[in-house]
């Protein structure tokens, strides 16, 4: 017993060094009520307020674009041209693809009414003209980030069905419209924004995973690798979670090459969800290592009716991204 007490006291002391001998000056004392009652006052005010402005105004996700046809800077947002959705709705997490010399803009379009988001295409062309979304899937738990992409000819789609708890493959049996799950990728896993990269004969799954209840879905990404797209089993990384900052591990986008470098867009969760974006340069991508670097950091400052951007995609020259923007009931 005196062995472990003298233990303590020596570990106590070891760290008194830390703290500060100077006293504390400051008498605690408890508020008034006079002041209880500002607190509350104030507390009272702000909501009101909130409620006032609600009626005059709302928050909504909306779409930009860029035609780079200058080979401007693409992460400058800007220089890019608003989509703006019906007001009773929100478009998000844009996805381009183009196949036939059509460009398709593919959505998260969410009816407030309906209150889950559910999955639609549309047509742009390079001055940003766009047909009306065409629902292309629809569930009973809430459907987002619409990932597309083309593998040995066929068109495949990864939405993120978090609320269902897996991941799904989708197989385009008549592009665009026309969708078919072809797998579980995973099963009982809560796993957001999921993005496919394939390199040389390697499948790439980057995926942030919340692994308890009460964690954030912000914080971890986790990378899997397999080499075929209909495995039963993806390798974890060993390095896995391969990023733990919740300003720069969830997916944004596509994977994309420039000058034969390799980036990754990103959430910055940082103040709220999806407030800003970031583009990495992934300088390692192997079985055993892991590595990026941030080269451009996005925020919504250039606009004070934005308070988001989360998302970064592009097909050749034309560039798509998201904002939320406060916009006008009556106007």
Known sequence: MSTNIELFDKKINSNASIY???PITIPFLPPSNIEILGFGTSL???KAFQVIKSKFQFDQWALIFFNNKNNENPYDLKKYTKILPPKDRFWADPFLIKHNDITYLFIEELIYKNKLGHLAVMEIDDEGNYTKPQTILVKDYHLSYPFVFQDNGNFYMIPETSGNNDIQLYKATNFPLKWELEKVIMKDVVAVDTTIYKEDD?????????KHKGESKHVELNLFSSNSLFADEWMPHPLNPIVSDIKTARP???LFKAKNKLYRPSQ???NHYGYGLNISEITTLSNNDFKETIIAAIKPDWSKSINCTHSFNSAEQLYISDIKIKRNRFV
């Open 20 to 22: 500060s001998d100077k």
């Open 44 to 46: 009272y005010l702000k």
């Open 202 to 210: 390697t499948y790439w799954m980057f995926t942030n995973i919340k």
């Open 252 to 254: 944004a986008g596509k």
């Open 268 to 270: 910055n969760c940082s």
